[in-house]
């Protein structure tokens, strides 16, 4: 069954770093998104990309947050200067139309 | 301004019963609401989704209920399996892709 697949599962950066999470959304997918959840909060709404560029985003998708699909297959979400507080796991989804949306496995990002 | 609430932290039901997981919303703008089971350090499993011009939509033995006059949607699950226990979240999405989680309620189903 086609899934979404995220990497890295896990990693660990400076405070002030650049971190790229990298998402394959599945193949005839449209519709991209990005989702956080801080340890023992909810699952929270980042942003939606259709057709090339942002369709919606949330207030905690500020200045330091990018997202890109360079090459038609991968979507990427680009954290400029990583804060303690962007310690979280980052879901990918996607969904081709309609209402249905496949989240990814999370890629875990821990801030020190 | 909390626009989905899942009320009950928690629910515990015996094997093969009905569970029934709630969920409530404040925004009528709402166009389509999506049901999710996760187990930590996972990532969400799409369940079941109802759009907001509908009243109930059925999958094996998920249902969907959505009440648009009370902004109320539930979840009712028959018969319950242990292997249903899991964290389950209800999400509220609009059409540009936005949305908004509820906080959760974890099913414990006892064999």
């Known amino acids: 069954e086609p899934e979404v697949t995220q990497t890295p599962s896990h990693q660990v950066t400076q405070m002030g770093q650049e971190v790229i999470l990298r998402c394959v959304p599945i193949?005839?997918?449209?519709?991209f998104y990005w989702y956080r959840q801080i340890l023992g909060q909810k699952v929270e709404f980042l942003v939606s990309?259709?057709?090339?560029?942002?369709?919606?985003k949330s207030e905690i998708f500020d200045d330091q947050f990018s997202v890109e699909r360079p090459d038609g297959s991968n979507f990427t979400l680009k954290i400029r200067s990583t804060k303690l507080e962007d310690s979280a796991m980052y879901f990918c989804?996607?969904?081709?139309?309609?209402?249905?949306?496949?989240f990814g496995e999370g890629s875990w990002l821990t801030v020190v | 301004d909390q626009q989905v609430k899942q009320n009950s932290p928690s629910l515990s039901v015996q094997e093969g019963r009905i569970s029934i997981l709630n969920c409530d919303y404040t925004?009528?703008?709402?166009?389509?609401f999506l049901w999710y089971k996760k187990y930590p350090a996972e990532g969400p499993t799409f369940l079941i989704s109802?759009?907001?011009?509908?009243d109930k939509n059925e999958d094996g033995r998920f249902t969907v209920f959505l009440n648009k006059s009370a902004k109320h949607l539930s979840l009712h699950i028959v018969p319950s399996q242990p292997g249903d226990s899991a964290v389950y979240f209800c999400?509220?999405?609009?059409?540009?892709?936005?949305?908004?989680f509820g906080d959760g309620t974890t099913l414990t189903v006892k064999p």
């Open positions: 989804a996607s969904k081709r139309g309609g209402n249905t949306i496949y």
């Open positions: 193949s005839n997918h449209l519709y």
């Open positions: 990309f259709y057709n090339n560029e942002i369709s919606e």
């Open positions: 925004n009528s703008m709402f166009d389509y």
């Open positions: 109802i759009s907001s011009i509908k």
């Open positions: 999400a509220a999405f609009i059409r540009s892709g936005k949305s908004t």
